[in-house]
C-alpha cells in the first residue's frame, strides 16, 4: 500500500504551471466567516475567475475536453485542487454544486444535442446552476416531490415550489425533478429539467435559517425558496426522457452521497482549534496542559483523522476505477456525525467564546461562531444521516438477497473528478 | 497511492487464509476455547508457514519481512481469532530482542523463535497495573555473576505455553532490565488465570536465578528498548484486531441475511440494520487508522508516532464496540459459545488494555501531537 501522493515530473512541471498561473489569477478576497457576507462584486470575482480557469479547461479538469472539460487524468485535477486549496478554493471557485452534479447527469442521460449545447456553459464556467430537491413536503422522501409539469404543445408548464435551494447572488440555470405522470407509479412518474432562471414565472426568495453555509471555498451564501408559477419549459430541456428522472437523478444523488469531498481537502477547523489551545493560557497556564482540553483536542483529531482517511480511501478506489458501494454514504455519515463531536471538542476548549461572533471577542474573526451552527445545519444536506445509513444497508445488502446497485456514473467521475 | 495489496501480500494471505480454515476451523478454535484442545497441538501447522519468522531478517533465520507484510499474516490470523504465543513470540519478544539485543543474543535466540523450537513471553505488567516503567517493581538483584529475580508479574500473555520469557524488572541502579529467564527454571512458575479472557497468566519467580548475560540491551534502559518494540508490535496488534473485527462483520451481515423473525430476514429491520452498520464503520476506522499507520511506521514518516497510537487507540475501541453490536444483531444466538462469537467478544476484552489501552495511547497521541 502506498498513501502518498507522490507526482512524476511531468506532473511536478504541471504543478509549477498550475500555482504561477494561480499567482497571477487569483484575485484577492477576504476570508468571510459567514458565506452571506460574499458582496456582489467579490461574488464577480469569482465568477471571473472560474471563466478564466474554464478557459483553460481547468474548470473541470476531468471532464472530457469536447465538452469544455480538461480532458485530465486524476493526477492532473488533484493537483489543480491541492493549489487552489492552498488559497481555501476548489473547482469551481464559488458555488456551484448544480453544476458539479448536472453535469454528471447530463453526461450520461443527455443526447448529443443537450451534452453540447449545456456542457460547455457549464464546464467553462459561463454559467452558474442551482439543484432544486427539496420541497416543503419533500425531503428524505425525494422521490414524493409534487412539483408537476403538464405537456403543453412542444412545452412542459411547471408549478410548484423549491425550497433550500441555491446561494446569493443567483443562477442562470437550475434543474429539477418534477411529476410528469400524475396517476404514473412512484419512480417511474419523474422527469429531469434543466430550466433557464430567466423564464417568466420564477421567483426567488431568501429563506431565514440558522445558517446559509455551504462548502467552503465554494460557499453558497443564502438558500432560497424557488416558486414556479406555470412557467414554461421547452422541450429539449428535459433531459434523459420523460419519467426517466429517478434515474437521471440517481447519477447525481450517487455523487451526492458522499463523493464531491475532494480528497486533498484539509481540515482547516483542526487547525484553528489547535492553533488556538497552543496560544492560549488560562489561569494561567497554557490551555494545552489542561488533561481536559487535551482529551476534547485528541477526540477532535481522531475524528478528523477518520473522515480523511475514509474520503482518501474512497477516492483511491476511485482512482482505480473500482466500483464504490456503501463507501461514500460511510464516509458522509462519518463527516456528518464527527461535526457534532467537533463542535462539542470546541465548545468546551474554548467555553461560551465559541458562540460569540462580537468582532472584538469573537475566536478566529468568527469562524469559530459558525461552525457552531454549521455542525448542525450540516447534517441534514446531500440526505440525513439517516438516509445515508438508508444507502449503507442497502448497499451491503443487510436483510436482502440482492445488494442495490449504485447510481450510474460518468466515466470522469468514476476515475475521480 | 494504492490502497491494494501487493501480489505476494495477497499470495501470503491466501496462504494463511488456507492454514486458518484447515487448523483452526470453528469447532477447533471453540474446543481451544473451552480447553478441550490447546493451542500446541496446531502449533506444527502454524510453523509450517513459516510465519513466525516474518519480521526477522535473514541471517538470524526469518524472512526480513516489513511491518506491513506481517500485519497481512496477522489480520488473517485475527480473522479465527487464532488464538496462542505467535504474537508474544514471533512478534513482541522478536521486536524486543531485535531492537536491544546483542548480535550474540540474536543469533542465539532469533533463529529458535523462526522455527519454533523457542516459544517466547514478554512479562511486563504488574498487580500495580500500567504500561510505563513506574508500574516495574519487581527486582533483579546481582548475585556474584547472576541475577535474581522475585516477584509475580500479572497479565501476562501466554506465559503457559512459553519456552522462554522475557521479564521486566527493576534492577538495583533504579534502571528496567529486560532479562531472559528460562520459563522451566528454578523458581519459575505459570498459571493461566481463568475468566473472560484469553491467554492471560500470572508468572511468579521465586529467586530465579540467570546468569547477568541474561540482561537484553545491556547498559542501556530496557524501558527505551520495550517502548521501540511496543511501538512497532503495537501496529501488529491493531492489524489482527482488525481482521477479528472483519470476520464479526461477515458474521453479523450474514445474520442479518439469513436469520427470519416476524416472517422476514431481521436485517429488514433498521433497529437491526443500524447494529450491522455500526460494525462496518467500527471496522473501516480501524482498518483504515492501521493501514496508514503501518505504511508511515515502514516508510519511517513523519507523524509515523501519532499514526501508531491513533490506530491503536481507535482499533481496541472499534473491537470493543464492534463486538457490542454484534452482540445487539445476534441477541441470544450471539452468546451460545459454539456459534463463535463470544471468541471474539473475549478477544476485544483481553486485547482491550494490551500494550496500552485506548485512553493511554490517546494521552500518548496528546504528546505526539506536541500538546
Known sequence: MDFDLEWTSAQLAFQTEVRAWLADHVPQLPDHADPAD?????????????????????????????????????????????????????????????????????????????????????????????????????????????????????????????????SNHGAEYSWTIVKTNQNGERHKNLSWFMIPM?????????????????????????????????????????????????????????????????????????ERVMAYARNTTRGGRPLTEDPDVQDSLVDFYVNSQVTRLLHFRNFAYRAQGRQLTYEGSQAYLHQKRSALSKARAILDVMGPRALVSDPEWAVEDGHIEVHQRASIVEQHPGGTAEIQRVIIARRLGIGREQREQPGQLPTAIKQGQ | MDLTLTEQQMMLQSAVRELREREYTKETLVAIDAGVESTADHWPGLL???ILGSLIPEEYGGVGASLADTAVVYEELGRGPVPGPHFSSGVLATLVLLEGGSDAQKRALLPGIASGERVF??????????????????????????????????YVHDATDATDLIVAARLET????????????????????????????????????VPRSSLIGGMEDGWDVLERAMRKASLI?????????????????????????FEQPIGRFQRVQDHVIDVVNYLDAARWTTYEALWMADEAREGALAAMHTAAAVTSESYYYGCNSAHDVHAGIGIIREYGLTLHTKMSRTLYHYLGSPRYHRKRLAQALGL
Not at chain 1, 219 to 233: C, E, I, L, P, Q
Request: charged share 20%; net charge negative; glycine share 12%.
Open chain 2, 174 to 209: 533504579g534502571k528496567i532490565g529486560l532479562v531472559h529467564v528460562d520459563a522451566h527454571g528454578r523458581g519459575v512458575a505459570a498459571r493461566a488465570l481463568p475468566g473472560f479472557a484469553t491467554g492471560l497468566c500470572e508468572l511468579s519467580l521465586l529467586q530465579a536465578s
Open chain 2, 48 to 50: 509450517s508457514t513459516g
Open chain 1, 198 to 270: 430567466d423564464l417568466p414565472g420564477i421567483t426567488v426568495e431568501p429563506m431565514d435559517l440558522l445558517l446559509v453555509g455551504g462548502e467552503r471555498g465554494a460557499a453558497s451564501g443564502v438558500k432560497n425558496t424557488v416558486y414556479f408559477d406555470n412557467v414554461r419549459v421547452p422541450a429539449k430541456h428535459l433531459v434523459g426522457g420523460e419519467n426517466n428522472g429517478w434515474d437521471v437523478a440517481g447519477t447525481h444523488l450517487e455523487i451526492e452521497h458522499g463523493l464531491l469531498r475532494s480528497a486533498v481537502r484539509a481540515d482547516e477547523m483542526l
Open chain 1, 38 to 166: 460574499l458582496t456582489a462584486d467579490e461574488y464577480a470575482l469569482q465568477r471571473k475567475l472560474g471563466r478564466e480557469l474554464g478557459e483553460k479547461g481547468w474548470l473541470y479538469p476531468s471532464m472530457p475536453a469536447e465538452y469544455g472539460g480538461g480532458g485530465l487524468d486524476l493526477a492532473m485535477s488533484m493537483i489543480i485542487e491541492e493549489e487552489l486549496d492552498r488559497y481555501h478554493l476548489a473547482t469551481p471557485p464559488y458555488y456551484d454544486t448544480g453544476g458539479r452534479l448536472g453535469s454528471a447527469s447530463i453526461m450520461v442521460w443527455g443526447s448529443d444535442e443537450q451534452k453540447e449545447y449545456f456542457l460547455p456553459q457549464i464546464l467553462k464556467g459561463e454559467v452558474r446552476t442551482w439543484q432544486l430537491l427539496s420541497e416543503p413536503e419533500s425531503g428524505s422522501d425525494l422521490a414524493s416531490v409534487s412539483t408537476s409539469s403538464a405537456k403543453d404543445g412542444d412545452d412542459y408548464l411547471i408549478n410548484g415550489t423549491k425550497i433550500f435551494v441555491g
Open chain 2, 121 to 154: 513471553a514478554l512479562a511486563i505488567t504488574e498487580e500495580d497495573y500500567g504500561w510505563g516503567p513506574e508500574f516495574i517493581h519487581t527486582p533483579a538483584r546481582v548475585r556474584g555473576d547472576d541475577l535474581a529475580i522475585d516477584g509475580t508479574k500479572l
Open chain 2, 237 to 261: 496488534l491493531s492489524a489482527y484486531q482488525v481482521g477479528g473485527l472483519s470476520q464479526v462483520f461477515d458474521m453479523s451481515l450474514l445474520y442479518s441475511q439469513t436469520r427470519r423473525q
